[in-house]
């Protein structure tokens, strides 16, 4: 089957050093795929290559089977394909509502079913109570979701999550990840997450790409990577 | 060869003066990542207050000529420097990293600083006695000696001032608040105090420039703004909050004016800098020597 | 917009019009087209800052509209109405050439590439073409096109500064602000910044190359000096002593400072310390403007660029 998502010797220089070092790989469709490494791995710029947001040194990128190398962007979301980010990165001059309606603005839906799409992401993503919010008044965990819900509207089939769970706290990562495993069930949409929670990175992918010092050290499912050697020495004896 | 050594020598010493009214500038730009629309008018207080003390007031006019300039050099640059942290302290404390307000608050105070200027000396240019009377021949171009002097005094002043900031703690301090507000925190430097003498010492060097420079021309209300535009295009080109970028893009338009005006006119000269200035920005924001922010 | 509401600017716009037709005192009138004529460039000025820029070559625009509409009934014999339209497409041109290559940066280095290309800009009336632009004398004796000239800025205007603002109310006004509030956002779920910075700017210098043409022709003279940064950072302190976050604000602005301006015209340079002053104190005291304070003390309620207030939110 082809995969939606193709990483090829995906390669990026800063200065003299390899930030990211020929790193192949592919996201097969509906499932969830997670990028996973120690700090400085590379995986936050793979996922700025991937997404538009960095330029290649070398390499491509392929998807759907069409070459989007160094597309920027607001190409690649018209094909489908949306990250969110590490930080939080929102329309702080909107509510809630209104942001996740941002998602919705460029599409040709009408205004009654854009209006039913947001509702339902947010019922969906457990923010209806809060929609009417300036988006700085949320707690760290909502504006969190918040990004999600962002992305969300722009109805994608691949969705790049960057960091999710960072600054969550038990509770909100449990609900962040029964979410999102829903979103493979229920939305069929495939997703790439880069994530340091291991627990949840376990739970939720069905392959993990294990990145270090630029390079790809390890690819497999949870089982595989757990007990790879490598992968262990990498972390310092880690998960 | 002698036009050439002529204009190579006319560049030197406008860019000396660039480079010290410039450096203020960057440093303001790097550090507090404001830009500074009144700086022009703070290089017009030290020219203003030299014609005070020399020529209006005479005040030091039993004494060497030499020693007085001192005198008034030093008590311009005092006055300016507690000016300058007043100002920071009421005014621009409270816009620190909000660069449009910033600007915006700089450009009212530069207004109302031209309009102080108007209503006390007027709009005619005075002149001020110079000090190194006479001019020399160097290398086949000549020169007045108040603009060797200037050169030198620049030159001193550079080096007085890159010794700052790389060898003193307050100099690193401010380094390290420009590549990283929240890290030099974290280390324990006093950002807002760092910040306001930062301050202080940007609009000094400005008055410095203006106290080195009157004497070799004409001081009036409007100097500080034709200034202020040749500084900004130095630290783009040079690269905002760079140094070393500064001096070398200081004496860059140094040429560029004087091989200009000579070979075309001054408007091809100026909309040539600015055109520089845009190429500049569109290939490499960072400037010449500047550090990439992405 | 409520009923009550919309009855209140009909009102107003009735007035204004009237203005423009019954004003017969030369100084009067000269003031009320300046009034129209300043009202467009802060409001648009402010439309360029709802995706976060700030443009110092907008009075550029205006100058591009103002020379062009002079030299073409002048030397071309071109009628008004149509100097009028081409001004506006002339300086749009202009302009999409200019934010083409100018918003490949933003923010601070955005604004001093602006003041860079106003400074050009200004060389070039200055020093090209002089026998048609005038050189540094700039062009005189421009007449005023028609009977009724100021009842034709003020509908001009009047219709201006509402398509303004159903602009803002519109989808393209909300893909600003969000490009304004993070660009990376707003990149990741498919807008185009480039792309709509680029016509924000090109609809804002239309509008205000039109403009440029009415004032070249109450005016009946015009200079280089007239079209410098200068004037768009006087329209800057318009937009932010008036208040930034609200339509209505930059007209506030305008009214206001303008009017002091006049009042103070006979003290000379009192004139400008008194902006400066102005836009010192409303940035320490005042940072939301007048309407943004005047809407905070709830003495008006005005729609504001930021967040809905609850009651339009209902679904």
């Known amino acids: 089957m082809k995969p939606i998502l193709e990483a090829k010797d995906v390669t990026r220089y800063f200065g003299g050093v390899a930030a990211v070092n020929n790193v192949s790989f592919q996201v097969r469709e509906?499932?969830?795929?997670?990028?996973?490494?120690?700090?400085?791995?590379?995986?936050?710029?793979?996922?700025?290559?991937?997404?538009?947001?960095?330029?290649?040194?070398?390499?491509?990128?392929?998807?759907?089977?069409?070459?989007?190398?160094?597309?920027?962007?607001?190409?690649?979301?018209?094909?489908s394909l949306v990250r969110t980010f590490q930080h939080n990165v929102l329309f702080n001059e909107m509510t809630v509502y209104e942001n996740v309606f941002m998602g919705t603005v460029l599409n040709k839906m009408k205004q009654k079913e854009k209006e039913e799409l947001v509702l339902e992401l947010l019922t969906f993503l457990n923010l209806l109570h809060v929609k009417d919010e300036v988006t700085k008044n949320l707690p760290h965990g909502l504006q969190?979701?918040?990004?999600?819900g962002v992305a969300l509207a722009t109805q994608p089939k691949l969705l790049l999550l960057d960091e999710p769970l960072t600054g969550m706290n038990m509770v909100e990562i449990n609900e962040a990840v029964s979410i999102l495993n829903k979103l493979r069930t229920e939305k069929n949409i495939t997703i790439v997450i880069v994530e340091h929670n291991m627990k949840a990175v376990m739970e939720l992918c069905d392959r993990i790409v294990v990145l270090s010092y630029g390079k790809k050290l390890a690819e497999g499912t949870p089982e595989e990577v757990r007990n790879n050697e490598e992968v262990i020495r990498a972390y310092l004896g880690g998960s | 060869m002698d036009t050439f050594v002529q204009l190579i020598v006319n560049a030197l010493q406008s860019g000396a003066i660039y480079v010290i009214f410039s450096l203020g500038l960057t440093l303001l730009f790097g550090v507090m990542k404001i830009v500074n629309f009144a700086h022009g008018e703070f290089y017009t207080a030290g020219a203003f207050l030299t014609y005070l003390f020399i020529d209006k007031w005479g005040l030091f006019s039993s004494i060497n000529i030499y020693v007085a300039y001192f005198l008034a050099f030093v008590f311009a640059i005092l006055i300016v420097g507690i000016v300058?942290?007043?100002?920071e302290m009421t005014i621009f404390s409270r816009f620190h990293g909000d660069m449009v307000s910033g600007l915006i608050v700089a450009i009212g105070l530069s207004m109302v600083m031209q309009t102080i200027y108007l209503l006390m000396f007027t709009a005619n240019p005075k002149n001020i006695t110079s000090i190194f009377k006479g001019t020399s021949h160097l290398f086949g171009g000549s020169i007045s000696n108040e603009r060797i002097a200037i050169f030198i005094l620049a030159l001193l002043f550079t080096v007085g001032m890159t010794l700052i900031i790389k060898k003193t703690k307050f100099g690193k301090a401010m380094?390290?608040?420009?590549?990283?507000?929240?890290?030099?925190?974290?280390?324990?430097?006093?950002?807002k105090s760092i910040t306001r003498w930062g301050f202080v010492v940007g609009i000094v060097l400005a008055a410095s420039a203006g106290v080195l420079v009157s004497p070799a021309s004409v001081v009036d209300p409007y100097i500080g703004e034709a200034y202020l535009m040749k500084a900004f295009i130095i630290i783009i080109l040079g690269g905002m909050g760079s140094i070393p970028g500064c001096i070398l893009a200081g004496f860059l338009l140094g040429i560029i004016e004087s091989f200009g005006i000579f070979y075309f006119d001054i408007a091809f000269a100026t909309a040539l800098s600015f055109i520089l200035v845009m190429l500049m920005l569109l290939i490499r924001p960072q400037g010449?020597?500047?550090?990439?922010?992405r | 917009m409520s009923q009550g509401n919309n009855i209140r600017w009909l009102i107003v716009s009735v007035i204004v019009i009237a203005f423009g037709f019954m004003l017969n005192d030369p100084y009067l009138a000269h003031l009320f087209a300046l009034l129209c004529v300043y009202s467009i460039l802060a409001v648009s000025f402010r439309f360029i800052m709802l995706c976060g820029e700030i443009n110092l070559a907008h009075a550029s625009f205006f100058g591009i509209g103002a020379y062009t509409s002079a030299a073409l009934t002048i030397h071309f014999n071109v009628p008004f109405i149509v100097a009028f339209f081409v001004s506006g497409i002339i300086a749009a041109i202009v302009s999409i050439l200019f934010g083409a290559i100018a918003f490949r940066v933003k923010g601070h280095f955005f604004l001093l590439l602006s003041f860079a290309f106003a400074e050009v800009i200004r060389l070039f009336f200055q020093n090209a073409w002089t026998d048609v632009l005038g050189g540094v004398t700039g062009i005189a004796g421009i007449t005023s096109p028609m009977g009724e000239f100021y009842g034709f800025i003020a509908i001009v205007t009047l219709l201006i500064l509402y398509t303004m603002y159903f602009l803002e109310k519109s989808k393209l006004g909300k893909i600003l602000i969000a490009i304004r509030n993070s660009e990376d956002l707003s990149r990741s779920i498919g807008i185009s910044s480039m792309k709509y910075k680029v016509l924000s700017l090109v609809v804002a210098s239309l509008l205000v190359g039109m403009s440029g043409s009415m004032f070249a022709h109450f005016n009946f003279v015009i200079s280089p000096e007239d079209f410098t940064f200068h004037l768009s950072i006087i329209i800057l302190s318009f937009v932010i002593i008036g208040g930034r976050d609200h339509f209505i604000g930059p007209v506030i602005g305008v009214v206001l400072l303008v009017l002091v301006a006049e009042y103070l015209r006979g003290f000379g340079s009192y004139e400008i310390l008194?902006?400066?002053?102005?836009?010192?104190?409303?940035?320490?005291?005042?940072?939301?403007?007048?309407?943004?304070?005047?809407q905070s003390l709830r003495l008006i309620k005005l729609k504001s660029s930021k967040s809905k207030s609850r009651e339009e939110a209902k679904v």
């Open chain 2, 84 to 87: 300058g942290y007043l100002v």
């Open chain 2, 175 to 191: 380094r390290a608040i420009s590549q990283d507000k929240e890290a030099a925190e974290l280390q324990g430097i006093d950002y």
């Open chain 1, 30 to 79: 509906g499932e969830i795929l997670g990028l996973i490494g120690p700090n400085g791995a590379g995986k936050s710029t793979t996922f700025n290559l991937i997404s538009g947001f960095y330029q290649l040194s070398s390499g491509a990128v392929y998807f759907d089977g069409e070459n989007i190398t160094n597309k920027p962007p607001e190409y690649l979301n018209k094909k």
């Open chain 3, 274 to 294: 008194a902006y400066g002053l102005a836009i010192i104190l409303a940035m320490l005291f005042m940072p939301k403007g007048i309407a943004g304070t005047l």
């Open chain 2, 288 to 293: 010449l020597m500047g550090h990439v922010s």
């Open chain 1, 144 to 148: 969190r979701m918040l990004g999600i």
